[in-house]
């Protein structure tokens, strides 16, 4: 896939304009993703078809054996791949994921590489590679994402008309976490 920063593309939510950093545009997206932050995943790099995100093991990441939670490991990855497949510039979602688990990880910081393999007008195939600290295979991700024809633009726009309103009846705002481990 072409390394190339993202081509500028219309938005109604714009104005008509073209956005003047698209990739700008999909790191502000990613920034609202309130899950992948409680977890304290964070987006390190993206490009076009490319992504790559990483996450410091917590106490809290831990299972009941002290080794990472499938679901921590799930999350950095899927944050990497929500990425890569909404770096046109486009909105993008999730269709069918898989991932295999290769080694546990207890400690030290994770990352997870996504890389698009096939992107079509509606689909976006990205495999996603999580290591640790050592450049150990962690585990391995595969994610199909459908295309929509909705500008990430217009995600921002509708983001900004809600903050707006004030916050959703009955909203519960997540707890902040401090400390690593």
Not at 31 to 60: C, I, M, N, P
Not at 107 to 135: F, Y
Request: contains cysteine; positive net charge.
């Amino acid at each position: 896939m072409p390394k190339s920063p993202v081509r500028p593309e219309r938005s109604a939510a714009a104005g008509g304009a073209k956005s003047k950093d698209p990739l700008a545009v999909v790191r502000r997206v990613m920034a609202g993703d309130r899950w992948a932050a409680a977890a304290g995943a964070r987006l390190v790099e993206v490009r076009e078809g490319y992504a790559r995100t990483t996450l410091r093991l917590r106490d809290d990441h831990l299972n009941g054996v002290e080794v990472a939670q499938g679901g921590a490991i799930f999350t950095l990855a899927d944050y990497a791949f929500a990425a890569a497949s909404n770096s046109h510039g486009t909105v993008a979602v999730a269709l069918d994921t898989s991932m295999t688990f290769v080694r546990a990880a207890t400690k030290g910081v994770l990352t997870a590489e996504a890389r698009e393999e096939s992107l079509t007008r509606r689909t976006s195939v990205c495999n996603v590679r999580v290591t640790d600290a050592g450049g150990k295979v962690v585990a391995l991700f595969r994610g199909t994402a459908f295309r929509k024809d909705d500008p990430l633009d217009a995600v921002l726009a509708a983001r900004g008309k809600a903050r707006q309103r004030g916050p959703r009846e009955g909203a519960v705002a997540a707890p902040r976490r401090t400390g690593t481990r």
